[in-house]
């Protein structure tokens, strides 16, 4: 596999999970030991919007591979706060944890392995 085929997949993941978060999100909410389905919800949203940017070019573009990033940080923030605040569910936010850790590595490593059309800017562009 090379790089954009990573990306690909990783936009389809993206893709699966988000209309998992935003089709389901009550089931996922107990799951994880939170009410806030409104949140989860938004993440799917968000997930949507990431995933279908991944895949709209030929080419996957590091800025949606970065918009991934971004949201993988808001998801382990939340997953964090479950985990102090949620003992029944620890094993279950822990174990999303570690997933959307090794997620965020390999998105940021996609993120910086890519290079995007007509990159870098030539100075004669990006004087004009």
Known sequence: MNDEQIARGLGWFSIGLGLVELVAPRPLAKLLGTTN????????????????????????QP???WARVGGDVLDITALAMTYQHNAATRKAVGFSLINVVAITALDVWCAQT?????WPISSQKASL
């Open 37 to 60: 389905t409104s949140l989860i919800r938004v993440f799917g949203v968000r997930g949507l919007v990431a995933g279908a940017g991944i895949l709209m070019l030929n080419k996957p």
């Open 63 to 65: 800025p949606w591979l």
């Open 114 to 118: 890519l290079k995007p059309y007509n």
